[in-house]
C-alpha cells in the first residue's frame, strides 16, 4: 500500500518561496509518477504539474507556468514542489497524489495528508 | 484546457434517495473521466476511474457512466457517509482539469 506523507504547515511573506516536500512509503519512488493538487479555503481542487508517466518529464498547468518547480530524490524516497513569487492567491491546502493509468487513461490514486501554505504579510 | 462542468453545484437529498451528478466536457474526451468523492478537512478519494470503473473498496451504489462529453455519478441508496463533495477530473488532455464540484448535503 503506497502511503504519502508530506511536510507541515507553512507561512510565508508575498515574494516568497515555499518547498514542500511528499514522502513516499510503501512502494520506489523510481516507479512512481507524482503530482500535486492545490485547494484554495472554501474552493475547488486545482491541478498544478507533476511527472508525465508518458517521458518521464515535468508538465504543469498554465497558470502555473514558470513558478513552479518539481523535482524528486530517489535516495530519501521523497517528491519536492517549490513555488515561487507566492501571493496571497497562493494560500491553499497543497497535496501530493500518484498517478496510476491504464491502457493510457490517467488518474490520482493515492493521496498525501495535504499541506496548509498561507502567505500573507 | 479542456473545461469540465459539474452540476448541479450542491444537491440536497436524504439517507436512502437515489442521485445523479452530471459532468460536462468542453470537448470529447472518451472515458478518460474519472471521480473522487472529498469531505471536509481531508484529502480526495478516487472512486470511479475511466468513467465507469469502480474502484476496489468503493460500495457498489456508486456508479460512473458515460463517454465523450457528458457522465454521471450515481449514488443509490444514499448513506450517512455519503453526504460530501464530489469532483470530476478529465486526462484526455495532459493538462489535467477537474470540474468544481458538487457538494452532496443532508436534506
Known amino acids: 500500500q503506497v502511503q504519502l506523507v508530506q511536510s507541515g504547515a507553512e507561512v510565508k511573506k508575498p515574494g516568497a518561496s515555499v518547498k514542500l516536500s511528499c514522502k513516499v512509503s510503501?512502494?520506489?519512488?523510481?516507479?512512481?509518477?507524482i503530482h500535486w493538487v492545490r485547494q484554495a479555503p472554501g474552493k475547488g481542487l486545482e491541478w498544478i504539474g507533476g511527472?508525465?508517466?508518458?517521458?518521464?518529464?515535468?508538465i504543469n498547468a498554465q497558470t502555473m507556468q514558470g513558478r513552479v518547480i518539481m523535482t524528486d530524490d530517489t535516495s530519501t524516497e521523497a517528491a519536492y514542489m517549490e513555488l515561487t513569487s507566492v501571493t496571497s492567491d497562493d494560500t491553499a491546502v497543497y497535496y501530493c497524489?500518484?498517478?496510476?493509468?491504464?491502457?493510457?487513461?490517467?488518474?490520482?490514486?493515492?493521496w498525501g495528508q495535504g499541506t496548509l501554505v498561507t502567505v500573507s504579510s | 484546457d479542456i473545461q469540465m462542468t459539474q452540476s448541479p453545484s450542491s444537491l440536497s437529498a436524504s439517507v436512502g434517495d437515489r442521485v445523479s451528478i452530471s459532468c460536462r466536457a468542453s470537448?470529447?474526451?472518451?472515458?478518460?473521466l474519472h471521480w473522487y468523492q472529498q469531505k471536509p478537512g481531508k484529502a480526495p478519494k478516487l472512486l470511479i476511474s475511466?468513467?465507469?470503473s469502480l474502484q476496489s473498496g468503493v460500495p457498489s451504489r456508486f456508479s460512473g457512466s458515460g463517454s465523450g462529453t457528458d457522465f454521471t455519478l450515481t449514488i443509490t441508496s444514499l448513506q450517512p457517509e455519503d453526504f460530501a463533495t464530489y469532483y470530476c477530473?478529465?486526462?484526455?488532455?495532459?493538462?489535467?482539469?477537474f470540474g468544481q464540484g458538487t457538494r452532496l448535503e443532508i436534506k
Open positions: 477530473q478529465q486526462s484526455y488532455s495532459s493538462r489535467i482539469t
Open positions: 510503501g512502494y520506489s519512488l523510481t516507479d512512481l509518477f
Open positions: 497524489a500518484t498517478v496510476s493509468c491504464s491502457s493510457g487513461n490517467c488518474y490520482f490514486e493515492y
Open positions: 470537448q470529447s474526451i472518451g472515458t478518460y
Open positions: 511527472f508525465d508517466p508518458e517521458d518521464g518529464g515535468t
Open positions: 475511466a468513467s465507469s
